[in-house]
């Protein structure tokens, strides 16, 4: 066990719905990140955020959003959802912006339909 | 920009031998973090090694080690006595920590399968 928690473990909803996945990192992190992994794109880096705020970005799309909340806990928005949105996303934390080794939560597996 | 290369879709190990899964690696940073996950079928990632740029040993952690050579570009993960727990996908991943803010860049993994 990883220490960093994700909410749901599955999620199936319709094309063009808006669905929020949940993270909070382990005790003490105050980095968040999250990754997507499909099989055809594999394991890709969307976001981070430190201590409340954006840090980078990566391959995020426009329908996508994430905040970090005072209490450190992140969310990640998936909007007007598409079949290609189908995919394991992974929340990672670590306790600081940089050098740090990331732990991964279990991961929300989206089924979009 | 970095670039993790696994050339190994899939790879078969007895039951209490040693493997070891390729990796290597791309970038122009100076000071860099190589790391080794691992996933198996119930799908979470499971960090196993790290390996700094700087760190003159190979890392090593229980069963694991790293076989790092910097000049060669290479960060291969061994396995020793594998077990039949020890069949997963892995993962090598890199991260470039001169900006202090560098994501982590994945390969497309391994598919390790112990026999009994």
């Known amino acids: 066990d990883s220490g960093v928690t994700q909410t749901p473990k599955h999620l199936i909803t319709a094309t063009g719905q808006r669905v929020t996945l949940r993270c909070s990192p382990r005790s003490g992190d105050l980095s968040v990140y999250w990754y997507q992994q499909s099989l055809d794109q594999g394991l890709q880096f969307l976001i981070q955020?430190?201590?409340?705020?954006?840090?980078a970005k990566g391959n995020i799309l426009e329908r996508f959003s994430a905040q970090q909340f005072p209490d450190l806990h992140s969310e990640l928005n998936l909007s007007s959802l598409e079949l290609g949105d189908s995919a394991l996303y992974f929340c990672a934390s670590s306790v600081g912006p940089a050098q740090e080794t990331q732990y991964f939560g279990p991961g929300t597996r989206l089924l979009v339909l | 920009a970095q670039k993790i290369t696994q050339t190994q879709p899939g790879m078969f190990v007895q039951e209490k031998e040693a493997v070891t899964l390729d990796c290597t690696y791309d970038t122009s940073d100076q000071s860099y973090g190589l790391f080794w996950y691992k996933q198996p079928s119930s799908g979470e990632m499971i960090f196993l090694i790290y390996?700094?740029?700087?760190?003159?040993q190979n890392a090593t952690e229980g069963r694991y080690s790293l076989n790092f050579q910097k000049a060669r570009k290479s960060a291969n993960l061994v396995i020793s006595a594998s077990q039949l727990g020890d069949s997963a996908m892995y993962f090598c991943a890199m991260r470039g920590l001169e900006e202090g803010n560098t994501p982590l860049v994945f390969g497309k993994g391994t598919r390790l399968s112990v026999i009994a």
């Open positions: 955020y430190y201590n409340g705020e954006e840090r």
């Open positions: 390996q700094g740029s700087y760190d003159e």
